[in-house]
């Protein structure tokens, strides 16, 4: 079943508003079957929302719309639909009475006249009742297709989806060998999409019928397997398969699925191998420890660290030697792997992890350019160290040190 | 001016991706009279996007497009809109060469040959020069009006929106008196929305033209100001008057305009009074380190600091003493003054800031619930400590605790 989706409020065209129902209602959709095959914003206008709603019913048939249906003025989405469907709009004297308990129970009386226009219904249209707030959901049927309204107030629109408007999908797919749309995302780090592309090569060409996406980030790139139009157990098996045939091809680059964090992973490691863990960090000012203490339950494993920002806390709290880094620069592979030994002993830890890098936009010369970044792990007396250049501006650097420390502790601690 | 966006990509209309680039190309191109009048998202499929774009340029000439230009197959925009504009493709043999050098920056020799194809520029298009990623921006005009298309990655487009298409557009717009909406944030925090309303009061009836919308976050509540269809010069004027309007009702709350980062405030009152800085972090686990290291040029006034998650690390790299944790507990305000002392000394600054907390989710008791966080700073021999309980989950408890503790700071450096 092809949906499409209209999302209406001049808020959320200026850009004040981020439109966060769209993607929540595209993905409970997608659960039962209904694909969103074109999503349109517009603002408060009537004839904006009815070129919008008259085109996308004219190609699909099936329209949800959001927003629009609250009791101020720039409210109209309900009268415009209706017009479309050459539905008149009639008192229903049940709902005002539930709308005037409900303002009653509120301490309200009288309920306001500016909300007694959200118990006109446009005829023969089924109300979606709305416990969550005031303004009803609305599903209209007819010549020209099926158009669903809904409150544009995240928390109202979840709960009619949820209650109101998944059953009536359901039960519409019903017998018509009802398909879904599943996702699985392979995460991977310390490789770039193009590398990744040729390592993955013709295997792309076998994953059918599973999609491929590539979702490039600081913390490295996700591939997306999405599976559509197969009933529910077929696409698990269908996803299941993919990913099978795509995993040799991304070796030790790939950390996780769907939602995993790198720092979660390496944090299961450590606790699986008894291990406990110390950083030291130059460039990234705090953001590995702060990587690792998101992870619930952190302290299991993680002791501490030295931020290491300043030449001389290398020297007096990590006991880098001054001489090291007048010879090397503090950007170096001694340095790193001094600082990875001094806070290794210092916290009295068996694995460490240590970064220093040049973040920009200032201090990078031409023999080391601003995202230069040397790092280091240990793991008793096992150490390695990387040297990697990052693009991007000072943040990016910062967060993909951060991602590129966990990933170089975490390719020690499977070996 | 009025503009349509055209937001591609399969992820976005699955609902796996929220689209954050359309609000804020929206917000950005209102600041110089461009108004965003409809809104399409279509998926990486030639024949949507096809449509998206010819329906979008008939209605209004003017078409901006995110997404669809990487160098994976599932990349198809440019090519679909150099069909609508009849520009056949042709390789730019200088963008490649650029290219060539940025892969060869990274050490990555050869150049993956996906890549080659991001050098393929529709015939008579203007190269928007991408120095943030590989896929440049593009910017066609022909019969069918104007297209931009630029790269959907967050981070690229906005900064090729500032760099290249904001000027081009107000040098289009020049002389059309056209209006335009702006918007000024007055940012607070250390105090609740009702209790910002309660102290702002009738204030807000007198800053019309301009209306006022209330965003709470981790960081504090930030006041929208905002002003539509008014000439560029008397919107800035009624924005002005507005803030004057409302910051005696702010008070010490008020840290700054916009997107001003507490941190940086903080880092810029450090810097004129000639401090140097340490932290000693407990519950926030680095975040306070990597707030200020995110201001660029920190190392003017940062030292650097001691992540002290285990109790053996407070006492041995911060002097901590143990009878000290024993009988008060390291959620202590005894606790949290010593690691302020501590690090003010072993690091030999003259400012610092201590955490101390319950982030959770476990151990929590009936006397120090989850989210209960002492905080201190030192500036010189002044000291001052704050005992909070913040609300939330894990993560909203360590940001709420590290914008807490830069506040603290903040107020203390203003004395």
């Known amino acids: 079943m092809d949906i499409e989706l209209v999302t209406i409020g001049t808020e959320l065209l200026l850009g004040f508003t981020i439109d966060t129902n ?17 999503r349109t914003t517009v603002g ?185 139009n197969l009933p529910a157990e077929a696409a698990d098996t269908a996803l299941k398969r993919a990913a099978a045939e795509l995993l040799p091809g991304l070796r030790a680059h790939y950390y996780g699925d769907d939602t995993t964090d790198l720092a979660a992973i390496v944090f299961g490691l450590l606790r699986d191998g008894g291990h406990t863990l110390a950083v030291a960090e130059s460039c990234t000012g705090g953001m590995l420890g702060e990587r690792i203490t998101a992870v619930p ?3 299991a494993v993680f002791r501490g660290g030295v931020i290491a920002y300043a030449n001389e806390v290398k020297v007096a709290s990590l006991g880098v030697s001054l001489a090291l880094i007048n010879e090397h620069g503090a950007v170096s592979e001694p340095v790193v792997r001094a600082m990875a030994t001094g806070v290794s002993e210092r916290f009295g830890v068996d694995t460490s992890i240590a970064v220093t890098g040049i973040a920009g936009p200032d201090g990078g010369t031409a023999e080391k350019p601003v995202g230069t970044v040397w790092l280091a792990a ?21 967060a993909r040190s951060a991602q590129a420390g966990l990933d170089l502790l975490r390719h020690m601690l499977r070996q």
């Open 297 to 299: 339950g952190a302290s």
């Open 44 to 228: 408060d206008d009537p004839g904006d929302i009815d070129r919008a709603m008259r085109d996308a019913l004219t190609r699909t048939r099936f329209v949800i719309a959001t927003g629009g249906l609250g009791p101020t003025r720039d409210d109209m989405t309900k009268k415009v639909v209706a017009a479309i469907f050459e539905a008149p709009l009639e008192l229903d004297s049940g709902y005002l009475e539930v709308l005037r308990q409900r303002f009653a129970a509120m301490g309200r009386v009288p309920m306001p006249e500016s909300n007694r226009s959200q118990a006109e219904i446009p005829r023969g249209a089924t109300v979606l009742p709305n416990n969550w707030g005031t303004a009803p959901g609305l599903w209209l049927e007819g010549p020209p297709g099926v158009a669903v309204l809904l409150p544009g107030v995240p928390n109202e629109m979840r709960k009619l989806v949820e209650h109101e408007v998944v059953p009536r999908i359901r039960e519409k797919g019903k017998g018509k060998g009802e398909t879904v749309v599943r996702s699985l995302t392979l995460r991977t780090t310390g490789i770039g999409e193009s590398s990744l592309a040729a390592q993955i090569g013709e295997r792309e060409d076998r994953i059918q019928p599973a999609t491929l996406a590539y979702l490039p980030s600081v913390n490295g790139v996700d591939l997306r397997l999405t599976v559509s």
């Open 378 to 398: 240990r793991v008793q007396d096992r150490e390695q160290v990387m040297k990697r250049r990052f693009l991007g501006e000072r943040d990016e650097v910062r």
């Open 22 to 38: 769209a993607a929540e209602l595209a993905r409970v959709l997608a659960t039962v079957g209904a694909r969103v095959v074109r």
